[in-house]
């Protein structure tokens, strides 16, 4: 026992002093829902580039699984001990970590949302987040443009996140209805539409598991789908291997968004027809250079135009590109893609 | 713990010494220092805290030997540090509840969901969501002591149940601190602050504090905390001298209960929202029996002191705070935790070996 | 019969399923005595101690303690009408300490509101108490009344749990197999234990499989065989092979022993 403890001692005067040697001026924090998902490695990878290059202490973390708000509390709890100037946070409970985000800018911190918004949007300082209806309306209008004149006769399938509607997915899957010329009806829901050209909508989880799943189901309802939306990339590949089961794979068009590395290289066998690509890294880095901005003299960051958060960009990325609508090629897309 | 009245024993067996035959002679300095352990379980944990406290204090410096960082490693270890509390019981009685974290939580969305959903003032809707509790723990205690299921699986069934249940019962919503704040502050209660000097105590800090003396002095110093032991030891051996066994082991179920729904109560003050997906729910029972075991308590019953639980949740904070502050990756903490895991167990069967 | 027995059975009958355990027994246990109980494996003699201690309720037959009908439902219950069994396995928590066991489920607890609000134990009185009873019987080759049960010796714990059933005004003691863990010294310091108990006039039921054991300081000796009571004799006019011979009915008892 003696020993065991002298050694763990050890161990934390080690890590300690290591991480005390390094101490600067201007501390920020990274907080993610988990730290094994590639779109948080990468939004952390951005963020300690640019906290190296700005001179400042990044330190980062992580709940234990997606939904763990008990640690992200804990987490911010330490930030404010810690002294830091900033937190990025991306919430797994966008409602319940909500007085915890208060007490830290109480403190004097600046809290910027990454990703997704807090609930309500103004909890926090600023969020800086893709404009997920946005990347919805580029694949819906690729998608569109692609038919051409079949458009007005498609066939479409949804594949959404959650039967809980969670805002991310609603906002993707009504972006795309709107690209693609459909009726929104209540755009803060999906599956209140009437327009015939909707097979049906199915939830996936987010993976290739619920995407193959959610196919089937709807290829069952009408095996004339061939326009298949879908929430992210996983889910896209799970649609596809449900298509090449009935031997479809070559006649849908399959469209979704996020832009991670093994989606775009999808995109490039043929698996997906377009996506648009999202930037985890970009978003991690501005809020960094926020966070420096916000020791130094006290500058708030600034909504993009328009909206209520800072906008960090989305591209369509696709190797047919369509007219009227602004595409990068596969080969730029894997330069930018994350995961 | 007690030292005045033991000391006294000492003083008196000193003077009866002379009609001692097999006086058995302290073994040198390890020999005194395992007669120590033995007599005071909660010594080698509050040992590694103290030694922790220090050595993240020298390397951290004033930032994490402040009021405010000792003061907040209390705040973040009070839901499990109660949740320790109810586990000690069982754990000395030769159980184990795996239950406790989904008790917890689903009392708080009981709790929540009185006011809420039906409109029950919140001081009835605590006192709805504790009797909940007590009753759970009361159906465990039944399951355990008169159906004589093992303890294990028994705890491993409520606690999916009570998942379940949580999810089926609340849909899933959260109800949001600012609703909370507006309509039922009571519920939030716990999480009221009281500052001094750059500490921040909460009320539920209070709580658990009292709570951990409440029990040490109801297992120290009440025939009820000697059975407890007596069951945890040999439960034959207790029956057979006198305990009611069934009525022991249902008593400490029933605690063991009411606690986690207290537990419950802490979670909405320190979170200040109602959360049925609340992480405690999943790993609140490991939690909790890391900190027992860290603490010095056998999981085989009967030996251990609740000091040394509340020390080992104190011990695991800090570990986690100091780490944290450290920037380290939160692994390391989860690997060193690993570590004092089996150094404690390794401890506990040398404290088990007599070498009398 | 000038003396009245202390404890008294006449005609326990014990069926489990189809096996009749206890075959209308009878028993006496006399003022002062140490009455030994042989019979071989599966003779019944450990149901007979049973319904004795409470342990198991006979279907027939009636138990007298002082001369009163008496009937137990529970060792706690015979317990509390003055019987006292000191099992083979000692029933004592290791981990707790001497005074700790002694008290176990008859503690005391300190007067006025400590006691009655907090419940508080009197702990300074019970180990007064406990010091006292040991000491009484020469037991204080134990140094700490605060120790630990498992740090001592086989024979200090019968030690203690002998002093335990002697300690509460107990009428009957009943002492399943003391001797049998124990080496040759420590068996002779719990034997001289029992005779000293004796002595104070409490009467002593031994079981023992230890012929040695018994002829030494056993009274009267109660043989059983196939459910009840063969016969009772007298070790000083019998020989240990005369015992085991009536045990395994290689010999029959004369008469007059029958009626004892």
Redesign the interface.
Known sequence: MKKSVLASVIGALALGVAATGAQAETGACLITKTDTNPFFVKMREGAEAKAKELGITLNSYAGKVDGDNESQVAAIETCIANGAKGILITASSTSAIVPSVQQARDAGLLVIALDTPLEPVDAADMTFATDNFLAGELIGEWAKAKLGDEAANAKIAFLDLDVSQPTVGVLRDQGFMKGFGIDLADPNKWGDETDPRIVGHDVTQGNEEGGRKAMENLLAKDTGINVVYTINEPAAAGAYEALKAIGREKDVLVVSVDGGCPGVANIESGVIGATSQQYPLLMAAKGIEAIAAWAKDGTKPQATEGKDFFDTGVNLVTDQPVDGVKSISVEEGKKLCWG | MSNT??F???V??RR??N??????ETHGLLGRFHHAL??TPAL?PL??LV??IA??G????S??F?P??LT?IL??VQ?VGVLAAAQSLVILTAGIDLSVGALAVLSSVIMGQMTFRYGIPPFLAVVIGLAFGTAIGAVNGWLVSRVKLPPFIVTLGMWQILLAANYLYSA?E?I???DIEADAPFLQFLGTKVQMAGATFTLGVFLMIVLILGLA?ALR????G??V??VG??P????????NVHRTLMSVYMVVGFICALAGWVMIG????V?P????G??GNIQSITAVVIGGISLFG??GSIAGSFFGALIVGV??????????D?Q?TYL?IG??I???V??DQ?IRK?T? | MSVEPILKARNLVKRYGRVTALDRCDFELMPGEILAVIGDNGAGKSTLIKALSGAVQPDAGEIWLEGNKASFASPNDARMQGIETVYQTLAMSPALSIADNMFMGRELRKPGFMGKVLRKLDRPEMERIAREKLADLGLMTIQNINQAVETLSGGQRQGVAVARAAAFGSKVIILDEPTAALGVKESRRVLDLIVDVKSRGIPIILISHNMPHVFEIADRIHVHRLGKRLCVIDPKQHSMSDAVALMTGAKEPSPEEMAA
């Open positions: 009245e033991s006294e024993d000492v008196k067996t009866e010494e009609f001692a035959e097999f006086s058995s033995h007599t080698v040992i590694v030694s922790a050595v993240f020298i390397a951290l410096g930032k994490f402040s405010f960082a907040l705040q973040q839901i899933n959260t949001r601190a600012q002095y110093s009440t025939a009820w000697r059975h032991y007596a030891d040999d034959e051996a207790a029956q057979l001298s006198g305990v320190r979170f200040g929202s959360s997906s609340a992480t405690t999943v790993i009967g030996r570990f986690e705070l100091g780490l944290r502050m450290a920037g380290a939160p390391w060193l570590l004092l089996i150094a404690a390794t401890v040398w007599v009398a």
